[in-house]
């Protein structure tokens, strides 16, 4: 198992411990404050949310998203979609 504090994406230098990611069977999980928000599959390459939350964990569901080279979404979208399939061309 493998952890990590995930870093912005929007230029700020930090979450300040708020965001941590856990590796563990190919899948990274997203743990917003202490609530799981979101988890990759990496053998699936799909990514899984939990619904919106707050702004701040829609902050930190982007960077993640985008961490897996994902784009981000925005709070409609994160409402209305459970999993989103990265297109591959």
Same mark, same amino acid.
């Given at each position: 198992?493998? #952890?990590? =504090?995930?870093? *912005? #994406? ?5 979450? &300040? ?5 856990? %590796?563990? @069977? @190919? ?6 404050? @202490? #609530?799981?928000?979101?988890? /990759? ?5 799909? %990514?899984?949310?939990? &619904? /919106?939350?707050? *702004?701040? #964990? ?9 961490? /897996? &080279?994902? =784009? ?10 459970? =999993? ?6």
């Amino acid at each position: 198992m493998q #952890t990590f =504090d995930l870093m *912005p #994406t929007n230029g700020r230098k930090s979450f &300040g411990g708020k965001a941590k990611v856990i %590796v563990e @069977n @190919n899948v990274s999980t997203l743990i917003s404050y @202490n #609530t799981v928000v979101a988890t /990759y599959n990496h053998l699936e390459n799909k %990514v899984y949310l939990e &619904g /919106y939350f707050s *702004p701040t #964990t829609m902050q930190h569901q982007n960077a993640f998203l985008e961490f /897996y &080279g994902f =784009d981000k979404l925005n709070k409609h979208e994160i409402e209305c979609i459970n =999993d989103i399939e990265k297109i591959t061309s």
